[in-house]
C-alpha cells in the first residue's frame, strides 16, 4: 500500500519546487525567468502545475507579473529551502562518504562598511582551506539580512539590525567615524572652524545616511553639533563618496579606517565634539542547515570573536 505522502516524495518533480523558490527570492515572474535563463510562461507553468499538485494556492497574483506568497506559500518556500540545502551539501561528501572542507562561503556586508576588522580573519580561513572559494558581496544593510534569510549568505557583516527571531546578531566593535572635506571646501586644511561655513555647508553621504537609516547615529551626529545643512549627493559605497567630497565642495562623513585608505587628499575638519560612533555586528541564522564548510567558517570566526554559532535546529 501506498500513503499519498510516499506518492508525493516519489512523484513530485523537484524542478517546480526550485522554481518556486527562485520566484518567491526575485519576488517576480519575469525576474525568475531571467535568472533560471528559461522564459515567462515557462515559469508561470511551473508555478501553476506545483499548485495543482500540492493542491495549494502558493501566490495570490495581481496586475501584470506581481504577486503576493500566501501563507501556505511561505510555507511550502521555506521547505524548499531545506531540501535545496540538503541538495547543495551533497557537493561536501567526499568519495569514502567523508566530508571534504571544500564549497564556497558567501559573506554579505553593508557596503559603507569597513570591513578592516574581519578581512584578514576571513582570509586566515580561505588560506587554511585551499578548497574554500570565498565570495564577499556589498550590498545596502538591510539586505544583509535578506541574504541570510534566503539561504544566500553564510554570515553578514552588518551596522543595523532588524529585529528577526531567525537571525542571532552579535555585536562588534563600533566603528569610528569623522567629518572630511576636499581642496574645493573653505574648511580645507584650516585648523580653526568657522562654526556658520560648517553649519552651511552642503554634504554628501552613504544612501543609508539619513534619519531613519543605518547610519542615522551620523545624521544625528550633524544634526546635533550644527555641521552641514542639505545633502546634495548620496552614493552607495565608499569609493563613490570618497570620489564626491574630494572633488566637490561638500562635507561628508567617513570612517577613520576608510579616509586612511582612500582618502590621502582629504582633510578632516576639526569638530569640537568626540567623533561620531556606528554600531557594527555579524550575523548567523539560527535555522539554516550549514554545511561543513559553513560551520567550520562560523566557528573560525568564533574563535576571533566575530560570530557566534547558531543553535543546533532541534534547539530552535
Do not use: K
Not at 501563507?71 to 567526499?94: F, K, M, S, T
Not at 554628501?204 to 546635533?224: H, I, K
Not at 565642495?249 to 569638530?271: F, N, Q, T
Request: aromatic share 6%.
Amino acid at each position: 500500500m501506498s500513503f499519498p505522502l510516499d506518492r508525493l516524495a516519489v512523484q513530485l518533480d523537484w524542478n517546480l519546487l526550485r522554481t518556486f523558490m527562485v520566484i518567491v527570492q526575485e519576488r517576480s515572474i519575469t525576474g525568475a525567468a531571467q535568472r533560471l535563463n528559461i522564459s515567462q510562461p515557462s515559469v508561470s507553468s511551473a508555478l501553476r502545475r506545483l499548485e495543482e499538485r500540492l493542491e495549494l494556492r502558493l501566490v495570490e497574483r495581481g496586475a501584470g507579473q506581481t504577486f503576493v506568497v500566501t501563507r501556505a506559500g511561505e510555507a511550502v518556500y521555506r521547505e524548499a529551502l531545506e531540501i535545496y540545502g540538503g541538495v547543495v551539501r551533497l557537493n561536501d561528501v567526499g568519495e569514502e562518504g567523508g566530508r571534504a572542507l571544500s564549497g564556497a562561503v558567501v559573506v554579505f556586508r553593508s557596503s559603507h562598511l569597513d570591513m578592516d576588522f574581519a578581512m584578514p580573519v576571513l582570509e586566515a580561513f580561505r588560506a587554511a582551506h585551499p578548497g574554500v572559494t570565498l565570495s564577499i558581496r556589498s550590498t545596502p544593510c538591510h539586505d544583509v539580512a535578506q541574504g541570510l534569510l534566503q539561504r544566500i549568505a553564510s554570515v553578514g557583516f552588518c551596522t543595523r539590525v532588524d529585529p528577526v527571531q531567525r537571525l542571532r546578531a552579535q555585536g562588534l566593535e563600533a566603528q569610528r567615524f569623522g567629518v572630511f572635506c576636499g581642496p574645493a571646501h573653505p574648511l580645507y586644511r584650516r585648523h580653526e572652524v568657522d562654526p556658520e561655513v560648517l553649519a552651511a555647508s552642503d554634504v554628501v553621504g552613504f544612501e543609508e545616511d539619513a534619519m531613519a537609516g543605518a547610519l542615522s547615529a551620523l545624521t544625528r551626529y550633524r544634526v546635533r553639533h550644527g555641521i552641514g545643512g542639505r545633502m546634495i549627493a548620496a552614493a552607495s559605497g565608499i569609493v563613490d563618496l570618497v570620489e564626491l567630497i574630494e572633488h566637490g565642495a561638500a562635507l561628508g562623513c567617513l570612517s577613520e579606517g576608510h579616509a586612511a585608505r582612500y582618502g590621502a587628499r582629504l582633510w578632516r575638519i576639526p569638530v569640537a565634539a568626540p567623533a561620531p560612533t556606528v554600531e557594527v555586528f555579524s550575523l548567523v541564522d539560527l535555522e539554516r542547515h550549514m554545511t561543513p564548510v559553513e560551520t567550520a567558517l562560523i566557528a573560525h570566526l568564533e574563535e576571533a570573536g566575530l560570530a557566534a554559532q547558531p543553535r543546533p535546529r532541534s534547539q530552535v
